[in-house]
Every structure is written in C-alpha cells, then in structure tokens.
C-alpha cells in the first residue's frame, strides 16, 4: 500500500488534472461497452423476430453507432493524454530522484551499492510510477467493463460469468511470476549496466574524445562495450525464453477456458435452452470479457512491475529534514580545531586519517604535504564538511560541529578541490555557484563576481571571451568557448573567493598553474590569511614554504609540524621530500 500511495502521489503531483481526465474517460469507454452490447442484443432479436421494417432499426442502430463513437473518441484521446502523462510523470519523478541524489552525504558516493541503487531507480522511476498508476486505471475500468459486461452475460448463462474469470487465473499467476523475475535480472545487471554506459560516455564525451582518439582506445572501448552488452544480451535471452515459455502456458489455459465457455453457447442454442439473439450476445460478451481479462492481466502486470521497481525508488526517498541545529555558529571563529579525529571510507577497513590534531585561527595559513595517498585529500573533506569524522571532533570555537549540522558548517568553508568541476554554464555564473547555493534567491552578484575573478587572475581572460563574462563555458553550447586547464583552474579558485567564508581550503589549488600564476596566488592565500584561517594541500614545496605552519602527513598521520626553516633544521621527511624536489643532493 504505501508503494501504491507513493505512486499515486508522485503522478497525482506531476498530472492530477489529465489523471483525473484520463479516469473519467476509461470509464465512459467501459459503460459504452456494455451499452453497445445491449444494442446489439436489441438488433439481433428484432432481426430474427421477424416483426416490422427496417425503419424501426434507425434508432437501435442510432444509439449503436454514439456508443462506438463513445469508444473511439475516448480511447483516442487516452492514447494521446498517456504521451503527455508519460512526459509529466517522467519530470516529476526525475525531479525527486534528483533531490534525493543531491541531499544525500559524500558518503554515500564512496559506497558502490549506492551507485547500484542511484542506476536502477534512474531507470525505473518513471516508467515505474506510471506502470503502478496505469495499472491500477487499466484494472479498475477494466473490471468495471467486465462487470458491466458480466451482468448481460449473467442474463444469458450465471455459469459463463464463473468460467470467464476462472480463464483470468493463469493470466494473473503469469504476470506476478515474469515480473519478478524480470526485477531480478534488473537487479543483478545493475553495476555491468552502469559500467557500460561510463564505457558510452568515454566514446561520446567531448572532454574524453582527445585522448580516446590519441591512444586509438576506440577499438578496445568498442569491445569492452561489446562485452558488457554481451552480458546484459545473455541474461535477457535467459529471462526472455522463461517469459514467453509461461506466458504461452498462461494464453493457452485462457484460451481453452474461453474456447470451451464458445462450446457451452453453441450447446445451449442449438438445445434451443437460449435464443439465437442471447446466443449471439453471449458469444461478444466472451469476448468482450476475454478481451477485458486480457487487458486485466496487461494492467496487473503493469502494476505488479511498476512495484516492483518502484520499491527501489522508494528506498531513495529524500532523508528526513535534519533537526534544527542547537546552536549557530559564530560566522567569525576565533580557533577551529580538530581534536585526534580518524576517518574510515565505508568501504574500507582501514582510516584513511587517524589522530589527527590541527588548530585553525585567523590570520593563520597551514600547508599539507606527504607522499601520495598520505590522507590529505580526506582530511581536506572532513575539513570542508563532507565527510563526518569516524572518530574525534572537530569544533568551531570550542563547539562541536555535529551540534550546528553539516549544511552549516559547510557554508562557513571555501572550497578548492583537486578534481574541480567544470561548470558548462556562463563564467559569471561559474563563478558565482560558491555562494548563489546559499541563497539561491540571491542571484549574481556581478561586482562580486569580478572582484573573486581579479584575486584569482582570472578577469583578463574572461573580459576577452567573445561575450566577456556571459559566454557559456562550452564548446557543445552556441557561441561557446572552452577554456585551457590552468585558465579552469583559476574559475574553481574564483569561486572559493567568491564565498566571503571564514575557512578556506584548497586542494592542490595550483596544480595547473604556470610558476608566475603560482606565486601569484601564493600571495593571495597570504594576504587571505590576514582576515581568515587558509588550509591547503600541495605538492609543490615552492608553494607550502611560506606557509605560517606546514603538517607533514604519512599514512594518514601527521608526523612532522612546523614552519618551513623549523622543518628544514629537522631534517627529517619534509626536509628528504625538499630535496628531492629542489634537484638539490640529500645532505
């Protein structure tokens, strides 16, 4: 029931005016059914009565020919309402999917049966609510036709009415044991179905097509895309040879069922037990009720799949609004700090983090290094907000985090990630997506937006794209440009600067950058730290030596602290690692 209540919903809210329309027309398509039986009976008996002309059939055949019409108008404006429907639904069920997929934690982007169940309900949220929904409308007017149907019959013969359901039956038990089976290949399929379309992204995708085309991946790609379909291929065959073997069975018990209810007329007639009109009429009413069934079955198989997937969709529901948070944070702190916090990926067993302690305070630039996979990235995270120490506190002013919520924590923090998006949008635009999510009614602040370009160097750029600020960031749009990596780079640290936050943190924020742009922003983290607290993560000794305090981190820990000369005296990891890059021999 509350699948049932979910899909009703979900189509009530995209389509409740063409549902209730395409209800109230089924309906009228039933009732004229059974009129157009009852007319038919009408004409078969003055026929063979033999009494009076052919004028006394005018009306007869009059009322004959408005139920057909009845029939044909409303199963043709059904037919062109469920496109529309179909579209609706579509909208409002992506939508939700859409919520959900965006309100849940980081966390759960580290977890593959995430992406398994993100895969399936994309697949089936919407045709699965308007399987359930047409369903049900094909079952309830389906079986109004058969009891408006049904009760001529029961005029004729009370026992045709049981044999006529008792044909329903196989249908039923058919329909309930291919949908589960289709579910179930659906299921198992999910991750070879995910694996093939990133394998029709490399092919298509604009970023992707230099080096596809560099290395001549083409022919590999095709076959491992060949193969993965293989797979989806052979399940299907499996899947599809066991439906066809049990919907053959289903049709032909239904078949011999209603085939046999023929004879049964046949019988009665030529015993002279029932006229040759009730004769006539009873063989349309089986028909007619065989046709029904059928179209009974059709719905309940709609309806059992529509469920069946849609459960899917339903263990997705958006997460419950967090309670409101017990205390606000102060949008100035005073001193961050993170108190031995570890963390573990949920598909790990082993903390990518572990004790770490770091203090954070205005005016003050920490630099992270360590060899790759030392955990700086995750720490990064957990800084940011993202992911939720496994163990330890992180507190903002002596308050712990976890008493304000995530969202809030996140706002206060200017991010720079190593992987940064590119925003096919306009560069204001682009550039505005660091605080415009905050307030989403804001809008852009195009002064604001120039200011956080020109401490990122990225105004002279964008003031030459052919629309300046305004040109969409892509070469698939009209009048779009691209940009170079470093010139990208330089949007995704714009955006950071354009939150006015008390933290800012940047992962490899100058990765693609040319030594001169390098130093530049350099110059700028520093003079941001003279107002803010700056954490960044860099593999480039050149850019962390003017740090106020660098944490060198090794399995997730960090076992070296200090500024640059205090580490360099050491002469310990920092010091080996300074070397090394600086070309200079170990002393």
């Known amino acids: 029931m509350a699948t ?9 809210a995209a389509a409740r005016r063409e549902l209730v329309i395409t209800f109230v027309l089924t309906l009228v398509a039933s009732a004229a059914v059974a009129l157009e039986l009852v007319v038919i009976r009408q004409v078969v008996e003055q026929v063979t009565s033999g009494s009076g002309d052919a004028s006394d059939l005018v009306p007869s055949l009059g009322l004959l020919g408005v139920s057909m019409v009845v029939i044909a108008l409303a199963n043709t404006a059904v037919n062109e309402l469920r496109a529309l429907l179909s579209e609706l639904v579509q909208r409002e069920a992506m939508r939700r999917l859409l919520e959900v997929a965006t309100a849940v934690e980081l966390e759960s982007f580290e977890d593959p049966r995430f992406h398994d169940r993100i895969q399936r309900a994309r697949e089936h949220a919407e045709s699965a609510a308007w399987s359930v929904v047409w369903g049900v409308v094909g079952l309830v007017t389906a079986t109004v036709s058969v009891v408006a149907v049904s009760i001529v019959l029961f005029s004729v013969a009370p026992l045709l009415v049981l044999v006529a359901v008792l044909a329903f039956l196989p249908l039923a038990v058919v329909a309930t044991v291919n949908t589960r089976l289709l579910h179930r290949m659906e299921y198992e399929l999910a991750e070879i179905d995910r694996d093939r379309e990133y394998h029709e992204r490399l092919m298509t995708g604009r970023l992707e097509a230099k080096e596809v085309r560099a290395f001549g991946l083409a022919p590999w790609l095709l076959r491992r895309y060949d193969a993965l379909f293989a797979q989806r291929i052979r399940h299907t065959r499996t899947v599809v040879r066991q439906r066809v073997v049990r919907a053959l069975l289903g049709s032909a018990l239904n078949t011999m069922v209603l085939v ?18 009730s004769g006539a009429v009873a063989v349309l009413a089986l028909q007619q009720i065989g046709g029904r069934l059928r179209g009974i079955g059709d719905a309940l198989t709609s309806l059992v799949e529509g469920v069946t997937f849609l459960r899917e969709f339903e263990s997705l529901r958006a997460p419950r609004p967090a309670s409101p948070p017990s205390v606000t944070l102060h949008p100035a702190p005073r001193r961050i700090e993170l108190e031995r916090v570890s963390y573990v990926y949920p598909t790990s067993s082993e903390p990518a983090i572990r004790d770490v302690s770091i203090v954070l305070e205005p005016g003050k630039v920490v630099a992270l290094v360590g060899p790759n996979g030392s955990g700086k990235s995750t720490l990064a995270k957990v800084l940011c ?17 976890t008493a304000c919520g995530s969202t809030a924590w996140r706002r206060l923090v ?11 949008h306009r560069a204001d635009e682009s550039i505005a997506f660091g605080a415009v999510g905050d307030d989403p009614g ?3 602040d195009h002064a604001r937006v120039v200011v956080a370009a020109e401490q990122a160097g ?14 969409r960031l892509s070469t698939a749009y009209t009048d779009g440009t691209d940009l170079s990596v470093g010139q990208w780079q330089r949007i995704a640290i714009a955006r950071a600067f354009y939150r006015d936050a008390p933290l800012v943190v940047m992962d490899e924020p100058a990765s693609s950058l040319d030594p001169r742009a390098e130093q530049s922003l350099i110059g700028q983290l520093l003079a941001l730290g003279a107002g803010r607290m700056v954490v960044f993560v860099s593999h480039r000794f050149s850019s962390v030596q003017h740090a106020h305090e660098i944490a060198v981190m090794v399995d997730g820990r960090i076992v070296e602290r200090g500024a ?5 005296r050491l002469d310990g990891i920092y010091a080996e690692m300074w070397r090394l890059q600086r070309g200079a021999a170990p002393a």
Do not use: K
């Open 414 to 424: 200017a991010p720079v990630f190593q992987d940064f998006t590119r925003y096919e």
């Open 4 to 12: 049932l209540r979910t899909a009703f919903t979900l189509v009530a």
């Open 458 to 471: 990225a105004d002279e750029f964008l003031r030459e794209l052919p629309r300046g600020y305004s040109t």
């Open 385 to 401: 907000g993202l992911l939720p120490p496994t163990a330890g506190r992180v507190t903002w002013d002596g308050v712990d985090i």
């Open 564 to 568: 640059h000369d205090d580490l360099m």
């Open 260 to 277: 046999t209810a023929l004879g049964v007329v046949a019988t009665l007639v030529l015993n002279d037990r029932v006229s040759v009109s």
């Open 442 to 444: 804001a809008g852009v």
